[in-house]
Nanobody, 121 residues
Framework: QVQLVESGGGLVQAGGSLRLSCAAS????????MGWYRQGPGKQRELVAA???????NYADSVKGRFTISRDIAKNTVYLQMNSLTPEDTAVYYC???????????????WGQGTQVTVSS
């Protein structure tokens, strides 16, 4: 079992930035890859970004060039730097650990409780 705890969400104005963090604990040796999902109001959960154990990353088209995922394997922590935020980025953001399938597909197995990100116009 892997436990994931997110932090860093909040309220920000359009054009602003936020950095989300996610700390993993438990059976962290089982973690192959980590990622971030989000679920906006009335929307399905979608994969935002994911990163493999060797640093390969993929992003949803809607966040490419604005969001950056990074990982500190020694600290079992993954980050999501979000820049140029828009109201469309408003969602609950969920950290996930799972499996990376080359060349760039991520399948989450465990999820955190989520952190709210609200972008005001």
């Amino acid at each position: 079992q892997v436990q994931l705890v997110e932090s860093g969400g909040g309220l920000v104005q359009a054009g602003g930035s936020l950095r989300l963090s996610c700390a993993a604990s438990g059976s962290t040796f089982d973690i192959n890859a980590m990622g971030w999902y989000r679920q906006g109001p009335g929307k399905q959960r979608e994969l935002v970004a994911a990163i493999s154990s060797v640093g390969s990353a993929n992003y949803a088209d809607s966040v490419k060039g604005r969001f950056t995922i990074s990982r500190d394997i020694a600290k079992n922590t993954v980050y999501l730097q979000m820049n140029s935020l828009t109201p469309e980025d408003t969602a609950v953001y969920y950290c996930s650990s799972g499996t990376w399938y080359p060349p760039g597909r991520f399948q989450g197995d465990y999820w955190g409780q989520g952190t709210q990100v609200t972008v005001s116009s």
